[in-house]
DNA sequence: ATTTTATATCGTAAATATACGATTAATATT
DNA sequence: AATATTAATCGTATATTTACGATATAAAAT
């Protein structure tokens, strides 16, 4: 049991799957929204700025960075953080194409059905 | 360890993170685009086209059912699931508007420090 | 040189998610 | 009435995620 079948599905799917659980935290979520509110990037801020352990907020970063959404730079002993933006357009881009495809259908069908 | 800090997020980035969450998995993807494919709403067909058993497709769509993104109703036997538009369609909303934002912020900072 | 600061990583506990088979429940068919 | 069909739920095993403290590492400040 709980053997991985995610690879059976296409490789479309996987992708905007693998992208939504990059988001699918709502700490992950604010990560994005600090980086991208300030100009400079920032790094240990984010730490002060969410109600997590520092080495908790570290492991997020990393699954942002793992998704290619954030990449980070050492500066002197602190961490520079910024948004990947072709990552993050092109993933965005993909899952609102996702969106706009299943609408697409429901103008078709017009059948509510349940 | 392992306390649940989601709660102490906004509730908006709680509300983005979960609606990410539910699409979260190839599965679930995939589901969505049967049921939005059709123009009569499946149910057991989203069984045989998936790679999975039924206990677990039933399981995935408790999950987008609880998200709000689908609806069931049972026909004799059959159950029958359709897309909850108005809710499909404000998460995916909100999360554009997330993207959005963030890409706004971008061209204003402009400052690529990475 | 020592201490401080910043952050990543390790180890670990607990919670949650994924997957399946078996069972249940309820309608349909024979 | 007995059987078959469909789908939900239960129980359970395993995998993954979330969270933290402790530790490691490396640069900065003293």
């Known amino acids: 049991m709980a053997v991985n079948k995610k690879e059976e599905f296409k490789k479309s799917e996987i ?3 693998e992208f939504a659980k990059a988001i699918s935290h709502p700490a992950r979520i604010a990560i994005l929204k600090a980086i991208a509110d300030r100009d400079v990037c920032i790094c240990g801020e984010i730490v002060e700025i969410l109600p997590l352990a520092q080495s908790t907020v570290s492991q997020h970063l990393k699954e942002l960075k793992k998704a290619g959404l ?4 050492i500066d002197g002993t602190k961490s520079c953080y910024c948004i990947n933006w072709k990552t993050f357009e092109k993933s965005a881009n993909g899952l609102n194409a996702f969106f706009e495809k299943a609408k697409a259908k429901s103008e078709a069908n017009k059948a509510d059905c349940c």
């Open 70 to 73: 954030i990449q980070g730079t």
């Open 15 to 17: 992708e905007l799957a």
